[in-house]
């Protein structure tokens, strides 16, 4: 089973700064790997898939980036939206298509 | 618009079984697949299967393969994922999403790309 390990645990930044989230996978996964994004309540949303390609509706501050087992989601520039948990998952090899533990933006 | 809506919650007793439904609209229903994610209280996200709506093929996290069943009924556009032999471990909300599937070599869509609101179940004494 591929294990994702997303660092940090928790990053606090303020509105209009840049965010950097980082999902580093136990094996290559090649570019098969998404990012989610969870406000409190409410159910995922996809944003990134194959590692860099925007969900339908996402906003361009969001970019994807990486391969093999080492990825990143980046946030241009925070909105007070984006405070939220965020999620890395693989479908390299499946069963399981594991998620990470995620990574909550917090406002700083 | 593409919607899945989810039955409500339910409350079971340990070693009952559960049957949630997803119901969809707004989509192809057979052109796709249907995945279910879990989130206990305080959790992370947990994959738990997928299934093809096309041709009926599934797949099961391994931990859960034996108590779990997943369907789809094209006449009506449903998802259900059935869990069986539940213990207090199996409590959360239960999520259906829509998902891609391969058809000739081919990725029809993205994964995960609109999700259910989500279903709590609870498994208490």
């Known amino acids: 089973e591929i294990v994702l390990t997303q660092s940090p645990a928790t990053l606090s930044l303020s509105p209009g700064e840049r965010a950097t989230l980082s999902c580093r996978a136990s094996?290559?996964?090649?570019?098969?790997l998404a990012w989610y994004q969870q406000r409190p309540g409410q159910a995922p949303r996809l944003l990134i898939y194959?590692?860099?390609n925007r969900a339908t509706g996402i906003p361009a501050r969001f970019s994807g980036s990486g391969s093999g087992t080492d990825f990143t989601l980046t946030i241009s520039s925070l909105e007070p939206e984006d405070f939220a948990l965020y999620y890395c998952?693989?479908?390299?090899?499946?069963?399981?298509?594991?998620f990470g533990q995620g990574t909550k933006l917090e406002i700083k | 618009q593409v919607q899945l809506v989810q039955s409500g919650a339910e409350v079971k007793k340990p070693g009952a079984s559960v049957k949630v439904s997803c119901k969809t609209s707004g989509y192809t229903f057979i052109n796709y697949g249907i995945s279910w994610v879990r989130q206990a209280p305080g959790q992370g996200l947990e994959w738990m299967g997928w299934i093809s709506v096309y041709n009926g093929n599934t797949k099961y996290a391994q931990k859960l393969q034996d108590r779990v069943t997943m369907t789809t009924d094209t006449s009506t556009t449903t998802a259900y994922m059935e869990v069986r032999s539940l213990t207090s471990d199996d409590t959360a909300v239960y999520y259906c999403a829509r998902d891609s599937i391969t058809i000739f070599g081919v990725v029809t869509s993205p994964p995960l790309d609109n999700w259910g609101q989500g279903t709590l179940v609870t498994v208490s004494s």
């Open positions: 094996q290559n996964v090649s570019s098969y």
């Open positions: 194959d590692t860099s």
């Open positions: 998952q693989q479908r390299a090899t499946w069963p399981p298509a594991t």
